[in-house]
């Protein structure tokens, strides 16, 4: 399966940023609360730590304080060539280290405990060492040699704290102009981390400053069109006493500013429906779940099936709570096409709660469970023809509704599988790398969407990224995803899928068969789960209650779903993680679905 997330060991070259706080602003962007436990932060980029043992320039200490103990971070790491700025000649081992989040109680946070290495000698001292040890952890804002225009933004917040002793940090903001000078003069402040105490803060950019040297020998604008990194870094020189501690950062926002990935897919008006001769799917036949498609460059067609998935395969637990049965002769995930779960009739419609990041070689994968179809038959090495169909683009409808952030739609082709002929092609593009855009959340409405094959994108940043368009010649599968942080659940749903010819625009995402919001709650308090939930469409429904492995443990009916107020004991239910689901029957005979989870703690 393509993912959603990768996440790199990312280690830093050079020495970063520097900030300090004032005012209070509205409409902040997260940048990060760590809360799904990886290296990526909320603008789709990621942190590393980087340390003084990295350093090309005369004074650094890998060539003026060669043989002096070097700092460290103290995670795990990996040592490898340096390959500064792509030199295959330059092998100085440096450290790659894998950036660590700590956990304590609800709340995650980056870590970097360290120790910090000797002095070394330096142009500006020839009788003792003086060049200070350092190290720093970043975050990146945009892709690497990329910059985001921060012009809009007033500065950033974030809590930071340390373990033992009183840290002095600087916070940074790089800028393009001033990492392609190589001067290191960032803009930058000083903050204060305290031993076992979070303190907020609040830096503007309007009172940041270049360090008093870079203003005198390299000074630069802060020029926040061309912003490219934060950081922060814990240096000996004002730190002096100090020998190894931790930094804690956690809750960084971006003040006063939007952020707008580059991958999501929004649509100025509804597309309208294509006509039946493009239809791949609509799930109200006698065999739901079959389609039926032209073989390559043939008039026969080839019979494929639409299929659930999720993490399991590579170890991990998601779980799908209902829409999808296991297979006991395959052990996949069989979708049940049940009247009422499309935008109209049948869909495709999974309720799912996404289990722990799945360790894979040096990244963590997150969760994931989808809906999809082959387009191809691997044994035949035949697949569909886009091109040869009069295609040029995906057409479907679809729900996402819950705790994730987005949905994510895949289009592979001959380079992301393997056939019978070639099977050990299934990663040209690189490991995990797969055509996509990601879908906005919708709440109760079905939404449709249509998307040229020419604006799939892939992520071009990886590390293991190979450039290859998409082969409409040879399209091999389509998928619809959600994927994310443990516990996040919630219903994912497809239907009407076509691949239609014709221009479309895009904007904004306008949904085609809005129903009444509203808004269902369950909590636990006194060993009762407390539930309410209003809409006058609604007649009779079931209230479950369902644990981590996705079972039902409890169940009762409801015979007003109209105006619902109950409550559920919990006598005989053990403590632990659950998910409370409300299925009901629309006056129109639609099913509704609403879900919570909850806590039980007696």
């Known amino acids: 399966m393509g993912l959603l997330k990768k996440k790199h060991i990312i280690s830093g070259l050079a020495a970063s940023l520097l900030i300090m706080s004032s005012g209070l602003f509205a409409q902040d962007a997260l940048f990060d609360d760590h809360s799904d436990g990886t290296n990526q932060n909320e603008f789709e ?17 890998p060539r003026a304080g060669a043989g002096t103990t070097p700092s460290v971070v ?13 030199d295959e000649t330059d092998n100085h081992i440096v450290k790659k280290y894998v950036f660590t989040v700590g956990e304590e109680a609800d709340n995650s946070y980056a870590t970097m405990p360290f120790t910090f290495g000797e002095k070394w000698e330096a142009s500006w001292c020839k009788t003792e060492p003086c060049a200070w040890p350092y190290v720093g952890m970043g975050s990146m804002l945009c892709k690497e040699g990329d910059t985001l225009d921060l012009n809009t933004a007033t500065g950033v917040r974030f809590r930071i704290r340390s373990k033992t002793s009183e840290l002095q940090v600087r916070f940074k903001v790089e800028t393009m102009d001033i990492i392609e000078d190589s001067s290191y003069g960032y803009y930058q402040t000083m903050v204060t981390a305290s031993p076992g105490e979070w303190t907020p803060y609040e830096i503007a950019f309007a009172d940041m400053a270049q360090p008093d040297w870079a203003e005198k020998d390299a000074p630069f604008d802060f020029n926040l069109d061309l912003s490219a990194k934060l950081a922060w870094e814990v240096s000996g020189e004002d730190n002096t006493t100090i020998e190894e501690d931790c930094l804690d950062i956690d ?12 991958f999501m897919w929004t649509q100025e008006t509804p597309p309208a429906r294509p006509g039946n001769q493009s239809k791949l799917s609509d799930f109200d036949g006698a065999v739901p779940q079959q389609i039926k498609l032209p073989y390559e460059g043939e008039l026969d067609k080839m019979t494929q099936y639409w299929y659930a998935y999720n993490d399991v395969e590579i170890g991990g637990n998601s779980a799908v709570m209902s829409g999808a049965v296991e297979n006991e002769e395959t052990g996949r995930l069989d979708i049940v096409f049940e009247d009422g779960t499309g935008s109209e009739g049948k869909g495709a419609q999974l309720l799912f709660q996404l289990g722990a990041p799945i360790p894979q070689d040096t990244i963590q994968i997150l969760g994931f469970v989808g809906i999809g179809c082959n387009l191809y038959d691997s044994a035949t090495c035949k697949y569909f023809n886009g091109t040869q169909a009069g295609a040029n683009s995906v057409y479907f409808e679809y729900k996402a509704d819950g705790d994730m952030k987005k949905a994510t739609v895949e289009l592979y082709d001959v380079n992301d599988v393997g056939d019978a002929d070639n099977p050990d092609r299934s990663e040209s593009r690189g490991s995990g790398v797969v055509m996509f855009r990601d879908l906005p959340l919708t709440g109760d409405s079905w939404v449709a969407v249509q998307i040229p094959f020419s604006e799939f994108l892939y992520h071009d940043d990886w590390e293991s990224s190979v450039g290859i368009d998409l082969d409409i010649t040879k399209l091999a599968k389509l998928q619809i995803k959600v994927q994310g942080a443990e ?4 219903v994912l749903a497809v239907d009407n899928v076509y691949f239609p010819d014709g221009a479309i625009t895009h904007t904004i995402m306008r949904p085609i068969n809005r129903s009444e919001k509203a808004t269902f709650n369950a909590n636990y308090s006194n060993g009762k789960i407390n539930i309410s939930f209003n809409n006058s469409e609604l007649s009779n429904g079931k209230i479950s209650l369902i644990n981590t492995k996705g079972a039902v443990v409890k169940s009762v009916p409801v015979s007003n779903a109209k105006s619902l107020s109950t409550t559920l004991s919990t006598d005989n239910i053990s403590n632990g993680m659950y998910i409370v689901r409300f299925n009901a029957k629309g006056l129109n005979g639609k099913s509704i679905v609403r879900q919570s989870k909850i806590n039980i703690v007696k």
């Open 487 to 490: 516990g996040v659940a919630g």
């Open 74 to 86: 103290n995670v795990d790491y990996t040592e490898e060539p340096r390959h500064a700025f792509g």
């Open 251 to 262: 809750d960084i926002y971006v003040m006063n500013y939007t952020y707008v990935s580059r």
């Open 45 to 61: 980029y990621y942190w590393y730590y980087y340390d003084d043992n990295a350093g090309v320039k005369e004074d650094d200490r």
